[in-house]
């Protein structure tokens, strides 16, 4: 599995969440967090990529 560092603390930060408290401890997300470590490519990024969609949200203003 590949995952990029920034992924891999959202999925922390959002488990971590308040609705998913009764679904999961804290020790759970620490555990599943380090175990995902062990396991994950972590791809080497040399540019940051800032290609996104135009203000309207279409993906060619053209369309």
Same mark, same amino acid.
């Given at each position: 599995? =590949? !995952?990029?560092?920034e992924?891999? %603390?959202e =999925?922390?930060? *959002? /488990?971590? %969440?308040? +609705?998913?408290?009764?679904?999961?401890?804290?020790?759970?997300i620490?555990? /599943?967090?380090?175990?995902l470590?062990?396991k !994950?490519i *972590?791809p080497? =990024?040399y540019?940051k990529?800032?290609?996104c969609?135009? +203000?309207?949200? +279409?993906?060619?203003?053209?369309?």
């Open positions: 599995m =590949i !995952i990029s560092e992924q891999l %603390r =999925i922390d930060e *959002v /488990l971590r %969440r308040p +609705k998913f408290t009764k679904y999961i401890l804290p020790l759970e620490e555990e /599943l967090i380090s175990l470590s062990l !994950i *972590v080497a =990024i540019d990529i800032n290609d969609r135009d +203000k309207k949200g +279409k993906a060619n203003p053209g369309d």
